[in-house]
C-alpha cells in the first residue's frame, strides 16, 4: 500500500513524482509475467471501457494500447480520424462532447497538435492518456523504454545513454530523455545540426559524431526514427547522406560490440536508413523487448490512472 | 507496513500459539494428502509466509511439498474504491504444473471470503487443478459468499467491525495475532 495521490490523467513526463513513475514501471513487471501464461487476461477492468481515438495514422501504438486493455478485459473501441482533416477548435470541443456521450472510462489519444491530450482531459471525466501530440509528449514510450533499460541494467542509475537523429521533431526524445534524466541515467545526443534544439534540456550532452559517441562509451544507443514524410531535403540534404553520418552500419556495429552496448528504436524502423539490415540482427537489439514491454507498461498505466467514472 | 495509530486490544496468539497452530495445519494436510501430488500457494504477502511455515514444518517430516504465490490484487471485486490505496503488484510465481495437482491455497486470515473468491479465479488461470483446498491460519467468521477452509489453525469469534491481524517475524517486527479497534473513518479491509 502506498500513499500516492491518485491520478486521473497521463499527458507528460515532466509532471510526473519520482515515485508515481517507479510505481509504474515496477507494477508493469507483475504484468509481463502475465504473458508467460496461457491465458494471459486479468479480469481488473471487466466493464470498462478505452476508447482509441487517433488523429495521426498509428498501428503499433494503437495496436499495444488495444492488446494491454484487451489483457485487463476492458472493452476497445477504435477511433481513427483522418489525418487530412483539418482538426478546428470547434470540431474538437464537438468530438468531445460525443465522447461523453460515450461513457469511455479511458479515452488514449494521439493528434498532430500539442496539447490537444491536455484540453480533452479538461473536458472529460475518462482518464485521459497521451499516445503522443505533435512535438510535445509520448509518455508511455518513455515509461516503456526506462522499463527496457531497468531489465538489463538492475542498477541504472549512473548509465549512459545517446539518443541519435532527430531530437528536434521527436516526442519520443523530448519525453524520453526526461524520464532517463529523472532516474539518474546521463543522456547525449548524436544528429544533424539543424535537428537537434538549441537550450532545450540541458542535461544532454551534445555530441558531434559516432567517434565522440563511442569515446562516451554509451551503455545502450537509441536510434530515433528518421519522419521521412516531413524531412528530406529540409533539414538534411539527403537520406543517403542521413545514412552515411548517422545510421547504424557495419562498422559502427563492431563499435556496440566492443561497448557490450544495448540498441533500441522505438519503431517502425526505415531499413537503410538508420539502420542496416545487419544491425536489425544485432544480438544485444532490444527492439523487440520495446515492444513487449509497451503492452505491460500501457497495462501498469490503465491500472494506476483513476477516472472520475468509477463509482466510489 | 506501518500499525501508526492502531490501538491494539488484544493478543489473541502468542509467537508459540501461531507456531502450535501451524503444527496442527501441518499435521492435518500430512493426514489427508497422504499418497497425494499436493502443492501449496501462498497468498500475497502473509499467506506466503504461512504457506512456507507449513511447508518447512512438512519438511522435516520427509514431506516436500512445493510452494507458489500468488498476488490477487487484479483479481479483486472492490478496484474502483481503491481511492488512495494504490495497489503495488507482486510477483506471481507458480513454478510448477497445476494440472492434476492437489492444491493447498494459504491465507492469512480469512473473513468475508473474497479474497479465496479472487484467489479461485486468479489460480485457474495458471492450469486446472485435480482439487483446490484452502488453509488458513484464522477463521474469524463473517463470510460474504459461500467459501469454507478445509484446514484452520484457530478459529475465533469477532465483531463485524474489527480487524484482525496476523503478524509474522519474516514480514513485521513483532510476531503474534492481535485483535485491533477500527480506526475512526475507516471501513475494514475485507480479509
Not at chain 1, 509520448?138 to 538489463?152: F, G, K, N, S, Y
Not at chain 2, 478459529?155 to 496476523?166: A, E, F, L
Request: hydrophobic share 40%; glycine share 6%.
Amino acid at each position: 500500500m502506498s500513499e500516492l495521490n491518485p491520478r486521473k490523467d497521463l499527458l507528460d513526463i515532466e509532471s510526473l513524482d519520482l515515485e508515481e513513475i517507479e510505481y509504474v514501471l515496477e507494477n508493469a513487471v507483475p504484468f509481463k509475467q502475465l504473458f508467460q501464461r496461457s491465458v494471459k487476461k486479468v479480469p481488473t477492468l471487466r466493464g470498462k471501457t478505452v476508447l482509441n481515438l487517433f488523429y495521426e495514422p498509428s498501428t503499433r501504438t494503437s495496436s499495444s494500447f488495444e492488446v494491454a486493455a484487451n489483457r485487463m478485459s476492458a472493452d476497445v473501441t477504435n477511433f481513427t480520424i483522418s489525418s487530412s482533416s483539418v482538426v478546428k477548435g470547434e470540431s474538437l470541443l464537438d468530438t468531445i462532447e460525443t465522447l461523453q456521450a460515450m461513457r469511455s472510462d479511458y479515452i488514449v489519444i494521439r493528434h498532430q497538435a500539442a496539447g490537444v491530450p491536455g484540453i480533452v482531459a479538461k473536458h472529460t471525466g475518462a482518464s485521459v492518456i497521451n499516445a503522443g501530440d505533435g512535438y510535445h509528449a509520448h509518455p508511455t514510450q518513455a515509461l516503456l523504454d526506462a522499463m527496457t533499460i531497468r531489465e538489463v541494467y538492475p542498477e541504472y542509475k549512473g548509465r549512459k545513454v545517446v539518443i541519435v537523429g532527430d531530437v528536434l521533431h521527436s516526442r519520443v526524445a523530448r519525453s524520453t530523455s526526461t524520464l532517463l534524466n529523472k532516474l539518474g541515467i546521463e543522456v547525449a545526443v548524436l544528429g544533424p545540426g539543424s535537428l537537434i534544439p538549441e537550450g532545450r534540456h540541458e542535461f544532454m550532452t551534445r555530441l558531434r559524431s559516432w567517434d565522440e559517441v563511442f569515446d562516451w562509451k554509451p551503455d545502450a544507443v537509441y536510434l530515433l526514427r528518421v519522419q521521412m514524410e516531413r524531412q528530406e531535403g529540409q533539414f538534411f540534404p539527403s537520406i543517403a547522406e542521413y545514412h552515411k553520418m548517422y545510421g547504424m552500419n557495419s562498422q559502427r556495429l563492431v563499435r556496440m560490440r566492443e561497448l557490450g552496448a544495448y540498441l533500441m528504436h522505438p519503431g517502425p524502423v526505415n531499413r537503410g536508413v538508420e539502420i542496416t539490415d545487419e544491425a536489425m540482427r544485432y544480438e544485444r537489439s532490444l527492439i523487440s523487448t520495446q515492444v513487449e514491454n509497451g503492452i505491460a507498461v500501457r497495462m501498469a498505466v490503465l491500472h494506476w490512472l483513476k477516472p472520475e467514472t468509477d463509482k466510489d | 507496513m506501518s500499525d501508526t495509530g492502531d490501538i491494539i486490544r488484544e493478543e489473541i496468539l502468542s509467537p508459540e500459539g501461531i507456531q502450535e497452530a501451524i503444527a496442527v495445519m501441518a499435521r492435518d494436510i500430512a493426514y489427508r494428502c497422504a499418497g497425494d501430488n499436493v502443492a501449496f500457494i501462498g497468498i500475497y504477502t502473509r499467506g506466503v509466509t504461512l504457506a512456507r511455515r507449513v511447508a518447512a514444518v512438512l519438511k522435516s517430516q520427509g514431506l516436500e511439498y512445493p510452494v507458489g504465490t500468488l498476488d490477487i490484487s487484479l483479481y479483486r471485486d472492490d478496484f474502483d474504491n481503491r481511492g488512495m490505496d494504490l495497489p503495488r503488484l507482486e510477483s506471481s510465481d507458480v513454478p510448477f504444473a497445476l494440472d492434476d495437482t492437489r492444491v493447498i491455497i494459504f491465507d492469512e486470515v480469512i473473513f468475508t471470503g473474497r479474497t479465496v473468491r479472487a484467489a479461485l479465479d486468479g489460480l485457474m488461470d495458471y492450469g486446472r487443478p485435480a482439487k483446490i483446498e484452502l488453509a488458513v491460519l484464522i477463521d474469524r467468521g463473517h463470510r460474504e459468499i459461500p467459501i469454507q477452509p478445509d484446514y484452520v489453525g484457530k478459529k475465533i469469534g469477532t465483531n463485524r467491525d474489527q480487524y484482525v491481524k496476523v503478524r509474522f517475524h519474516e514480514d513485521d517486527e513483532r510476531e503474534g495475532v492481535f485483535i485491533v479497534e477500527k480506526r475512526s473513518g475507516q471501513t475494514p479491509h475485507p480479509a
